[in-house]
């Protein structure tokens, strides 16, 4: 992982009140109490383990425009400036290396077509690259490739360390950063948001905004509402000894890398990853179905003891008792080694420089997914002061920035970075929000 952390945050007491409380300090709830604190409020962010420690230490480290659906695109594309400005402050490995999707067939070359043009209209970077041009863009590259889409101007960085950058922005614009800060509950006055209760105390506030990744639909059933959202293991592992590899992001069907920080790579296979059979996978099967269909080449279905400890997880919990937040400091899954093993296969074929290479590290990180892979970012229309950041579906490490800001607009009512609209929780009409039920007087 991601070893490069800054230094820890404040330790002072909480404050008795706030303007806007944070739950979960990964990318999205740093640049959003970045994004904040900028514009004068009084910011809270409250994390559970440590900074950047889930999926926002965890991914692959990948920055791109390339393959985002259209509602995504203009996130991706917002984000761009806002990594660059950060950049320009921090040292966390970012790097505008380039991002190349290889396309193995020419079915898979038509898709990538297909998407440049309808993606037309925005304003990118991203080209395609023929076959016969891939040699040039890719030096040690083997095989028969149809071609290629690629964008110079996609970057990567160090996940942990680009998150804690954030967040240590934050907290020199003013906002409080509280690590081992578990958030219990929201407390409710008059049917709206009028604090939040943590393992440390009450905080009085008039807007929260949920950005707990894979915990959001526990901590929101418990608040009485319901988060179309599903957990999905991601393995990844740093793998030393290659050479002569590309300076690019390389990604294909079979395996994806980047050159890091320290001169190793990470590498992982695209678009392959477990769900684990629990109880939430039943409860959520219907809203799910069309997402299942549209994945089940990559998707590997696996039921095991994750159902049982699911199971026992309380989804209701009182806020004068130590909850599952407390439980799991750290969400620290298993990565799966044969999905590790076949991307280092996979690699080898395709580039000779990974011929010494070895796996020196894995891990894995829990992805929080909705049913059509968007995330869902707004106001809850079922309780005044709650806004939900959440649901990125593998695609928020390089997204983050601008996601961040524009909860910042909608929590302080400046015009949005980008349009909200496809972002709604509305979208699932199952999930339509209704009043929350437990307020106080
Ligand atoms: C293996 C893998 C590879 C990926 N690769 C990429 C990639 O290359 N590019 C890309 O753009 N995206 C990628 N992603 C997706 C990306 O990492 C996530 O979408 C993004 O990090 C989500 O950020 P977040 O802040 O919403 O959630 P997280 O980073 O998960 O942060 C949520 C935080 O909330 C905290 N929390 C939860 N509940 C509470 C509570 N009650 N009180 C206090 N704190 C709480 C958690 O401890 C956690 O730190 C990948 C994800 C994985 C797992």
């Known amino acids: 992982m991601d070893a490069a952390l800054s230094p820890g945050f404040s330790q002072a007491p909480l404050p008795r009140e706030t303007d806007v409380a944070i739950i979960g300090g990964g990318i999205v709830g740093a640049a959003t109490a970045l994004a904040l604190a900028h514009r004068g409020l009084r910011v809270l962010l409250c994390e559970k383990g440590t900074v950047g420690a889930e999926q926002s230490g965890r991914n692959w480290g990948f920055i791109r425009t390339v393959g985002r659906a259209r509602a995504e695109l203009p996130l991706a594309l917002a984000s761009r400036p806002l990594w660059q400005a950060a950049a320009a402050r921090a040292a966390f490995g970012y790097r505008e290396c380039g991002y190349v999707s290889l396309a193995a067939n020419p079915a898979e070359m038509a898709r990538q077509e297909d998407w440049l043009q309808r993606m037309a209209d925005f304003a990118m970077d991203a080209r395609p690259v023929a076959a016969r041009s891939l040699a040039a863009l890719l030096p040690g590259l083997r095989g028969n490739w149809a071609g290629a889409t690629y964008s110079p101007l996609d970057a990567c960085a160090e996940p942990a360390a680009a998150t804690r950058a954030f967040a240590a922005r934050a907290a020199a614009a003013g906002a409080e950063i509280r690590e081992g800060c578990a958030v ?258």
């Open 184 to 441: 219990r509950g929201l407390d409710l006055i008059g049917g709206r948001i009028g604090g939040i209760v943590t393992e440390a105390g009450r905080v009085a506030c008039a807007g929260v905004v949920l950005a707990a990744g894979a915990w959001s639909r526990r901590f929101a059933f418990n608040a009485g509402l319901s988060l179309p959202q599903l957990q999905v293991l991601g393995s990844v592992c740093r793998v030393e000894g290659a050479r002569d590899l590309p300076d690019a992001i390389v990604s294909a069907a079979g395996f994806s890398f980047r050159r890091r920080q320290d001169g190793s790579h990470t590498l992982a296979q695209r678009g392959t990853s477990v769900t684990d059979i629990v109880p939430d996978t039943l409860r959520l099967f219907t809203a799910f179905l069309p997402a299942f269909r549209r994945q089940w080449r990559h998707l590997r279905l696996r039921l095991g003891r994750r159902f049982l400890e699911e199971a026992r997880m309380p989804r209701r919990f009182a806020a004068d008792r130590a909850s599952p937040f407390e439980t799991v400091r750290i969400l620290d899954p298993a990565p799966v080694a044969d999905i590790l093993a076949t991307a280092l296969a996979n690699a080898r074929a395709a580039f000779a420089g990974f011929g010494p290479a070895r796996i020196v590290e894995s891990w894995a990180g829990m992805i929080d997914a909705t049913p059509d892979e968007l995330p869902i970012l707004g106001p809850h229309a079922g309780l005044p002061g709650l806004f939900i950041a959440t649901g990125f579906s593998a695609h928020g490490f390089g997204i983050g920035p601008a996601a961040g800001h524009l909860m910042a607009d909608l929590l302080s009512g400046a015009h949005p970075i980008v349009d909200p609209a496809p972002f709604r929780l509305e979208r699932f009409a199952r999930f339509a929000p209704r009043p929350a039920p437990e307020t106080r007087a």
